[in-house]
């Protein structure tokens, strides 16, 4: 419970698939410079049997589950970010960020992990139309905005 979150990140891919995802930047209470990153984001798991690999409203309806993912990319270095984000999603830009400034309001980490829960149980599934990853990204960003 010393884990606090003082920055969010929004990103969006732009070159090859349309994709938003979150890293959200952790520092300890007591130690500022003990910083770590995580990577959130939300994708579709495609049925088995679906041929086509192509996302599609009818694909991408009740039947399939999101897989809201949380990956840790470690300490919160520029260059390791930017280095883990280019290897998982190539081309991509920060497109807003969130900070939490005021050391005695910051949201903790199981504050953020509650929310990221209640996010993934509002949608379980993934709607190609309504509960994707852009609205993943925006519910966990205003979310937090809101609340801290």
Request: with cysteine; net charge positive.
């Amino acid at each position: 419970a010393n884990c606090f979150l003082y920055r969010l990140d929004h990103y969006k891919c732009f070159k090859t698939v349309e994709h938003e995802f979150l890293v959200l930047h952790f520092t300890h209470w007591d130690s500022p410079a003990a910083t770590a990153a995580i990577c959130v984001d939300r994708s579709v798991n495609i049925t088995v049997g679906h041929s086509s690999g192509m996302i599609t409203p009818s694909s991408a309806s009740s039947e399939n589950h999101a897989a809201d993912v949380i990956e840790l990319i470690g300490c919160a270095s520029s260059l390791n970010i930017k280095s883990c984000l280019t290897a998982k999603f190539k081309s991509f830009k920060l497109k807003s960020s969130l900070s939490f400034p005021n050391e005695s309001t910051r949201p903790s980490a199981l504050h953020v992990a509650v929310l990221l829960f209640q996010v993934n149980q509002q949608a379980v599934n993934y709607h190609l139309l309504s509960a994707q990853c852009y609205w993943f990204g925006h519910t966990v960003s205003k979310s937090l905005q809101t609340l801290f």
